[in-house]
């Protein structure tokens, strides 16, 4: 009997890419807040969903999964990953394929996860709390909201001037946003495919050429340093869950790691493209103690080109 699969956060840029892969095997539901979705998906089990932050979510989300006797639920919006896994792992017949709520929630503050790297001599970048900043020889400097995700208040700021007009423009309160040092390099994305019993499945490394909110250009390009420091990751923190590093690899070949994501990217469809179908690899090895396989790499060189369509529709 085919599996279902509910998968959060449709109107991301995996789909319909990942949704036509998925198909083939899995009965697939979809939940967003955008109700235009429905429009561009006609035919999709598609809900509309309240916001995240709404009261209302996750007892929606609730529904949906009893309703429709959901195996496998997939959050890939940040700010529910933590509550689902609390909620939904393991209840009525719902096994929730995100990493464990400990290390999510380290992730998702960016500050405590630098910290955290540093103590454990997996990645070091100078990073400070921005009511702690008053370093004018530390220019540039990169900042970003301590949570959130996308490309949502990230700047690069080179003077003291810019940074106290950034507060002003961009109304963030300095206590809630992170400064790092600025660190030059090639920019990687890395899917890491584990499962609950932390088995590492596969590790997807690909290098960004083009970025705007979203990787829109980037190539499946393997790298033994980048693997090494993904093992690590898994070994030190014990994730249970699939998850997404963004690093630079500089110049002297060290990975530093600028952020962990607790979820599946949106690059996910690059492993596809190379061969590896991380969801079924959670699916078909659940609660598998020992593997049978080596850790899979996807085939290099397959590159991603994302570009516009254009979609009409009569609005709802």
Not at 110 to 124: A, C, D, I, T
Not at 165 to 187: H, M, N, W
Not at 200 to 209: D, F, G, N, V, Y
């Amino acid at each position: 009997m085919r599996k279902k699969l509910l998968l959060s956060g449709l109107g991301g840029s995996p789909f319909p890419y990942l949704h036509n892969q998925l198909a083939k095997k899995y009965d697939l539901y979809y939940i967003d807040s955008d109700a235009q979705l429905s429009k561009l998906y006609e035919g999709f089990n598609f809900y509309i969903a309240p916001l995240v932050n709404n009261p209302n979510y996750f007892n929606f989300v609730h529904k949906v999964l009893v309703d429709n006797k959901i195996d496998f639920y997939i959050p890939l919006i940040d700010e529910e990953i933590v509550e689902a896994k609390n909620r939904f792992d393991k209840e009525f017949g719902v096994k929730v394929i995100a990493p464990n709520s400990n290390f999510s929630s380290l992730c998702l503050d960016k500050y405590s996860l630098m910290q955290s790297l540093l103590e454990n001599n997996v990645s070091n970048i100078k990073s400070i709390k921005g009511e702690q900043f008053d370093d004018n020889t530390f220019f540039p400097v990169f900042i970003k909201p301590n949570s959130g995700r996308g490309s949502r208040g990230i700047r690069k700021i080179n003077t003291q001037k810019e940074l106290e007009a950034y507060y002003v423009l961009e109304k963030y309160d300095p206590k809630d946003i992170l400064v790092q040092e600025f660190v030059t390099g090639d920019e990687f994305t890395v899917g890491v495919s584990v499962n609950n019993h932390n088995q590492l499945m596969s590790i997807s490394t690909r290098r960004i050429i083009k970025k705007k909110g979203i990787t829109q250009i980037a190539v499946n390009e393997n790298c033994k340093i980048i693997e090494q420091a993904a093992d690590k990751i898994v070994q030190i923190y014990r994730p249970c869950g699939p998850f997404n590093i963004q690093l630079y690899l500089t110049d002297k070949n060290e990975a530093k790691i600028f952020e962990i994501n607790p979820r599946y990217s949106t690059t996910i469809i690059m492993s596809y493209a190379g061969g590896i179908d991380e969801i079924s690899l959670f699916i078909d090895n659940y609660d598998v103690d020992k593997l049978d396989f080596s850790i899979q790499i996807p085939a290099e060189n397959i590159t991603l080109h994302r570009r516009w369509e254009n979609c009409f529709y009569e609005k709802l």
